[in-house]
C-alpha cells in the first residue's frame, strides 16, 4: 500500500505570499499524483493532475510539479479565498486503489 | 452543469445497513467511473470505492470490502452504495465523484455535496 506523507502540516502565510505544499509517496508513482482544495463544510475541488496540470477552471497561480515520490503544490500568491486545507491524492497501477495524504491546512498568519 | 447529488444518509445503529444514492446530471453518467470518498467528523479524505462507466469493474478500500457495495443503474444516472454490517467507524460524510477519465480511474473531477452518515445505538 502507498503511503503519502504531507507536509508542513500546517502553513501559516499572509495574503500575497506565497505557498508551498510537499506530498511524499512510500513509493513511486510516476506522475499520477492530484491535488484537492478544501473550504470548512464544502466539498473538495481537484486542481491539479497528473502532477502538474490545472484542471479547469482553476487558476493559473496554483501550480503543481513533481514526479516519482516528490511532489509540490505552489500557490504563487495567495488569495483570501485560498485559505483552506489542501490533500494530495494517488492511484496505484492495480488494483487501483486510492489514497489520501493527510492534509496541509493553509491558514491566515 | 455536471452536478451530484447524494442522498440516503441517517442515522442507523451498529450492525444495520444503509443504501447511499447520488443522482448524476449535467454529463453522460454511462461514459464515466464513479467513486465514492468518505471524510469522518474532523479527519481526512478516505476513498472508499470505485465502479467502471458500464458497472464491470469494483474496487474497494480494505476498510469497506465485504461490507460495502457500489453499484449503478445507467437507465437512471444513479450511483449506489449499499452499507452493510455498520461500524460506528463508518461514521462520516459520503461524497460521491465523477472521475476525470472516461477510460481509466484516475482523479475525482467533480464531487457532490455529501451526504452524512451516522452509526450510534
Known amino acids: 500500500e502507498i503511503v503519502l506523507t504531507q507536509s508542513p502540516a500546517t502553513l501559516s502565510l499572509s495574503p500575497g505570499q506565497r505557498a508551498t505544499l510537499s506530498c511524499r509517496a512510500s513509493?513511486?508513482?510516476?506522475?499520477?499524483l492530484a491535488w484537492y482544495q478544501q473550504k470548512p463544510g464544502q466539498a473538495p475541488r481537484l486542481l491539479i493532475y497528473d502532477a502538474s496540470n490545472r484542471a479547469t477552471g482553476i487558476p493559473a497561480r496554483f501550480s503543481g510539479s513533481g514526479s516519482g515520490t516528490d511532489f509540490t503544490l505552489t500557490i504563487s500568491s495567495l488569495e483570501p479565498e485560498d485559505f483552506a486545507v489542501y490533500y494530495c491524492?494517488?492511484?496505484?497501477?492495480?488494483?487501483?486503489?486510492?489514497?489520501f495524504g493527510p492534509g496541509t491546512k493553509v491558514d491566515i498568519k | 452543469q455536471v452536478q451530484l447529488v447524494e442522498s440516503g444518509g441517517g442515522v442507523v445503529q451498529p450492525g444495520r445497513s444503509l443504501r447511499l444514492s447520488c443522482a448524476a446530471s449535467?454529463?453522460?453518467?454511462?461514459?464515466?467511473?464513479m467513486h465514492w470518498v468518505r471524510q469522518a467528523p474532523g479527519k481526512g479524505l478516505e476513498w472508499v470505492a470505485v465502479?467502471?462507466?458500464?458497472?464491470?469493474?469494483?474496487y474497494y478500500a480494505d476498510s469497506v470490502k465485504g461490507r460495502f457495495t457500489i453499484s449503478r443503474d445507467n437507465s437512471k444516472n444513479t450511483l449506489y452504495l449499499q452499507m452493510n454490517s455498520l461500524r460506528a467507524e463508518d461514521t462520516a460524510v459520503f461524497y460521491c465523484a465523477k472521475d476525470l477519465s472516461a477510460t481509466h480511474f484516475n482523479y475525482m473531477e467533480v464531487w457532490g455535496k455529501g451526504t452524512t452518515v451516522i452509526v450510534s445505538s
Open positions: 513509493q513511486d508513482v510516476s506522475n499520477f
Open positions: 491524492q494517488q492511484r496505484s497501477n492495480w488494483p487501483p486503489l486510492f489514497t
Open positions: 449535467g454529463f453522460t453518467f454511462s461514459s464515466y467511473g
Open positions: 465502479i467502471s462507466y458500464d458497472g464491470s469493474n469494483k
